[in-house]
């Protein structure tokens, strides 16, 4: 190379296969003030050594912006750097070459307002390479400077909002801001859209930018989305899918987000104020007491307001967002009522399913349950059908065919279609296995059938008969044949809550 500066655009152009956080011409714009400064072109040559050091190990991780790194996170490039780049040894003369390099690139950043601050490299800098060796087991920070290790954080009380609506710590805002940039890669497009379906519903919008409400909206929503959405591949929350990825969490992040999930759903009101510091709560479904710190809320105002959100099994402390609504002792009744019958709806599916258990899957149900009683002011939510019928279980309980069971697992993903769906598909075709003597010719027949029927239950949109046929390898009329033995031997109904997914409870809400 004639000089410092092919190099760079050799690796931009041809050595690099990620996008990335770190803009050539930032990078290119920090070697010519060096050099107009007076530094030579073996100097200008090994300061993007360094700098491309970091690149290369940036393009590993999932992090969007320089701004998300925190200490742990350079400690771990340079183990990284150690065991995988070629020419990079973590001696304790390198990594301080490394990290002061690394500093004058980012003062230069932070005069140009391209980051916000240099903090948590000072930081590592001070606790990897500020001593007489090498400390690569180092801790974060919280935010203001102050060095939190692993074993202290096991025993502490984790930071979490101090009051109801209060802001989010600096921790907290950090891990949020990570997840949030892992969850709006492309891979995730998919999940992105279905999770904000379901948040909106069929009868709202998203509030434009400029209106009050568009920030309340997205507060919601990644509450809504990083908690209580069931990712469709694993059907685990994506706090929990994110713990188990493979993207680079540190011991602090991970004890945060395991403390974070355990958090649970619940709508509740204040009952009394227990002194100045603490308020009595009541859990609107099941009546159980807690208490809260006290809320910046007027006295008169906090006994009219319904809160609804996550709340500790201690009822300590709320996690970063609750919502309330202004609602009338009968409004907030009848609210209970028709989330008691959503309760009846899903006992039908999971029979003696506890609260715990039914909001963890449908919380979100209840959300636009409270959204159609208050904003919309419906009578009636949910419709319970007494005179389902409940098919006869033999003494015997009969095997189902396996072959239409593997046929599901492999078609169904296909079509869009959730792990979870998958579940009550198979539950779908082990209750018609059981009333049901099935002479099986072409188990792709079966297959389709189940889909079709599932599908008119629970999505807005029908699935191709003439699709699934060819999947099978059937007839259409064959499919449409088994699709009606399946409604009739089941009494199926369009919202029939054996088999009712979260799009489909969804569906039974607005349309009752």
Same mark, same amino acid.
């Given at each position: ?102 500093d004058e690139f980012y003062q230069y950043l932070l005069s140009r307002k391209l980051i916000h601050e240099t903090l ?89 930018? $400029? ?12 509450? *809504?989305?990083? +908690? !209580? &959405?069931? %990712? ?47 308020? $009595? ?12 710190? *006290?809320?910046? +809320? !007027? &006295?008169? %105002? ?10 500790f099994d201690n009822g300590s402390f709320a996690t970063n967002y609750i919502a309330s609504l202004e609602v009338s ?65 033999p003494d015997v309980i009969r095997a189902s065919d396996p072959r239409v069971t593997e046929q599901l697992k492999q ?102």
């Amino acid at each position: 190379m004639k000089n410092v500066y092919e190099s760079v655009q050799v690796f931009f152009e041809e050595e690099l296969t990620e996008p990335s956080i770190i803009a050539r011409e930032w990078i290119e714009g920090f070697l010519r003030q060096k050099a107009w400064s007076g530094s030579a072109d073996k100097e200008l040559r090994d300061i993007w050594k360094q700098l491309k050091a970091l690149q290369i190990y940036l393009s590993y991780t999932h992090y969007q912006s320089l701004d998300e790194l925190v200490a742990e996170d350079y400690a771990d490039a340079i183990r990284w750097l150690d065991l995988n780049a070629s020419g990079f040894k973590a001696s304790l003369k390198s990594v301080r070459h490394f990290l002061a390099v690394l500093d004058e690139f980012y003062q230069y950043l932070l005069s140009r307002k391209l980051i916000h601050e240099t903090l948590e490299l000072q930081v590592a800098a001070e606790q990897i390479a500020g001593g007489k060796r090498l400390n690569l087991s180092i801790s974060s920070t919280d935010g203001e400077g102050n060095s939190n290790s692993d074993s202290a954080t096991s025993n502490a009380q984790i930071p979490l909002l101090p009051e109801v609506g209060g802001a989010i710590p600096g921790t907290m805002e950090k891990i949020m801001l990570k997840m949030g940039s892992y969850f709006q890669r492309e891979d995730y497009d998919e999940e992105f859209h279905r999770a904000l379906y379901l948040y909106v519903g069929p009868l709202q919008a998203i509030p434009p930018l $400029e209106e009050d409400s568009f920030s309340d909206f997205w507060i919601g929503f990644w509450d *809504y989305f990083l +908690f !209580d &959405y069931h %990712m469709r591949q694993d059907d685990l929350s994506p706090v929990e899918h994110y713990l188990r990825s493979k993207n680079r969490i540190s011991g602090v992040e991970k004890t945060v987000l395991q403390h974070l999930s355990k958090a649970r759903y619940m709508v509740f009101y204040i009952q009394r104020i227990i002194d100045a510091e603490w308020v $009595e709560c009541v859990n609107l479904l099941t009546d159980e007491t807690f208490r809260l710190p *006290y809320p910046d +809320f !007027d &006295y008169k %105002m906090m006994k009219r307001l319904l809160f609804f959100g996550h709340v500790f099994d201690n009822g300590s402390f709320a996690t970063n967002y609750i919502a309330s609504l202004e609602v009338s002792v009968n409004l907030r009744q009848r609210v209970k009522q028709e989330v008691l019958r959503l309760k009846e709806l899903f006992d039908i599916q999971q029979p003696g399913a506890s609260w715990s258990t039914f909001l963890a899957r449908h919380c979100l149900a209840v959300r636009h349950t409270i959204t159609l009683l208050t904003t919309f002011a419906k009578l009636n939510v949910t419709i319970v059908n007494d005179s389902l019928p409940v098919p006869a279980r033999p003494d015997v309980i009969r095997a189902s065919d396996p072959r239409v069971t593997e046929q599901l697992k492999q078609l169904m993903p296909k079509y869009g279609f959730s792990s979870h769906d998958l579940v009550l598909a198979e539950s779908l075709w082990h209750d018609f296995c059981q009333v049901s003597d099935v002479k099986m010719r072409k188990s792709g027949a079966w297959t389709a059938a189940v889909i079709s029927c599932y599908a008119m239950m629970n999505t807005p949109f029908s699935v191709s008969v003439d699709d699934l046929a060819d999947e099978g390898g059937v007839s259409v009329a064959s499919v449409y044949t088994n699709r009606r033995r399946l409604s009739e031997a089941l009494g199926l109904r369009q919202h029939d809550p054996r088999y009712l997914s979260e799009e489909g409870i969804l569906l039974l809400l607005y349309s009752s």
